[in-house]
């Protein structure tokens, strides 16, 4: 079984930075990557970002690039989410997942608050 915990949400202006920490436990961690989802009340959940644990591939969705940055402490099984240059649209509460595969997620955490206001 794995365990995700998210931590490192809160309140910040428009403009403002933030940085996500997800730490994965267990008997085991043998998934291929992370990835980070929002949703915000009355919207869908939305990718957010991914990374592989072997190649450090990273994937944003459009709305984030060039603003946020995921990275992998990978001997800590910890993945963080730096977020810049914040929006009132980035409002939304964050999870991380993870998976056996590319795209595929089976383990969840109870995600973290991140308002931006403007």
């Known amino acids: 079984q794995v365990q995700l915990v998210e931590s490192g949400g809160g309140l910040v202006q428009t403009g403002g930075s933030l940085r996500l920490s997800c730490v994965a436990s267990?008997?085991?961690?043998?998934?291929?990557?992370m990835g980070w989802f929002r949703q915000a009340p009355g919207k869908e959940r939305e990718f957010v970002a991914s990374?592989?644990?072997?190649?450090?591939?990273?994937y944003y969705a459009d709305s984030v690039k060039g603003r946020f940055t995921i990275s992998s402490d990978n001997p800590k099984n910890t993945v963080y989410l730096q977020m810049n240059s914040l929006k009132p649209e980035d409002t939304a509460l964050y999870y991380c997942?993870?998976?056996?595969?590319?795209?595929?997620?089976?383990?969840w955490g109870r995600g973290t608050q991140v308002t931006v206001s403007s």
């Open positions: 267990g008997r085991t961690f043998r998934t291929s990557g």
């Open positions: 997942a993870a998976g056996p595969s590319a795209g595929v997620y089976t383990y």
């Open positions: 990374i592989s644990w072997s190649g450090g591939n990273t």
